[in-house]
């Protein structure tokens, strides 16, 4: 909205003309959404407090859970108010993706948000039923699929892209839809099984989707994405815009969700951090690269799937609780110890990620 407006001053005062180029704006987006998140963070939880939305732990969990309950919860949407408004404020908003990651992303957050609300309206009731929540899910990345395949304006926007080869490019026809909707709703439930212990989520979160910024900025980029052999989709370069209100809204939510926790996020903080990691993506046709750079969320997965499969089979545990993070604390890991060697993992593998951009 305010490049609209710098653009007008522009022809003017040559110094706006620094608002026109994609890294400062970018910049401009970290910074607002993490001044949006730590100045309206302390209003949001004395409310969320005074409103006793406190959250219900889990009798099966790790005992030394016990003592959150009631700590103020639904914190997530901080995180999807500041990654509106800053993207809103530095994207373009005559871009095509802006929109569909803003509008993919704002609709998961609903959903997170009504499976919150019926956790603490009947906290015996577990949120929405898992077939509802799927099928809303399902809705919103069936239509952001079906959205990008009738408005690409290149083949290249519904081919699949190997890392590591240049001359590797999948023509999907239709298949791209499937595609796009297993990563957009994959990657928001695997958000959301990793959001289990303070700050766990969300600082993996925010380093991938400063990793798939660099791939939004190279992608949009005709000189760099030619140089380095990745596809060239036009207008990608934005989502470089709204990673970065994602990296400012995820760390100034990691503020206050840091161990101990002030406020936790929810489903609604969950759900909008994964679904707008996989709409990002999606757009930018690195798919892969975001399963090696959100290696956390894919083992967390497994490890869930994992443990299901084998009781079911066997009636054995493969873990001593999933997801896999529940495993080292019942181990005798202090939840930081988890959390910390988490992030650390979680920095290795999207720099990994971001190293295919040469290795091709």
């Not at 732990?57 to 103020?72: A, L, M, Q, V």
Request: glycine share 10%; net charge positive.
């Amino acid at each position: 909205m305010l490049t609209y407006y710098f653009d007008t001053l522009a022809v003017d005062y040559s110094f706006f003309n620094v608002f026109r180029y994609l890294t400062f704006r970018a910049v401009c987006a970290v910074l607002t959404a993490l001044a949006l998140s730590l100045l309206i963070g302390p209003i949001m939880i004395r409310r969320l407090t005074s409103m006793r939305i406190g959250a219900t732990i889990r009798n099966d969990g790790p005992t030394s859970h016990f003592e959150k309950s009631g700590t103020p919860t639904m914190g997530g949407g901080l995180i999807v108010v500041a990654l509106v408004v800053a993207t809103l404020l530095w994207a373009d908003l005559g871009n095509r993706f802006v929109w569909i990651a803003i509008a993919t992303s704002a609709g998961f957050g609903v959903i997170g948000w009504l499976d919150d609300y019926q956790k603490l309206r009947a906290p015996k009731f577990s949120g929405l039923s898992a077939p509802n929540k799927f099928l809303l899910q399902s809705m919103v990345g069936f239509g952001a699929a079906l959205v990008l395949y009738h408005t690409a304006v290149a083949p290249v926007e519904t081919q699949l892209i190997v890392p590591f080869f240049k001359s590797i490019a999948i023509d999907l026809g239709m298949g791209f839809v499937l595609l796009a909707w297993f990563v957009i709703v994959g990657a928001s439930n695997a958000v959301n099984l990793t959001d289990g212990l303070d700050g766990l989520a969300v600082l993996p979160s925010a380093l991938v989707a400063g990793g798939l910024g660099v791939f939004a900025y190279v992608s949009g980029h005709a000189v760099f994405s030619g140089y380095l052999g990745i596809p060239y989709i036009v207008g990608a370069g934005e989502m470089m815009v709204f990673c970065a209100a994602l990296v400012g809204a995820g760390l100034g939510f990691l503020w206050f969700n840091t161990y101990p926790a002030q406020v936790f996020m929810g489903d609604v903080g969950a759900l909008t951090l994964g679904a707008a990691l996989g709409i990002v993506a999606v757009i930018v046709r690195q798919e892969i690269v975001l399963a090696i750079m959100g290696g956390i969320f894919v083992i967390e997965t497994l490890s869930v799937i994992l443990q299901v499969v084998s009781f079911r089979l066997t009636g054995r545990r493969v873990f001593k609780m999933a997801p896999l993070h529940h495993h080292f604390e019942l181990k005798g890991w202090p939840e930081p110890r988890v959390s910390v060697r988490f992030w650390i993992i979680s920095l290795v593998l999207v720099l990994a990620g971001i190293a295919t951009l040469k290795i091709r």
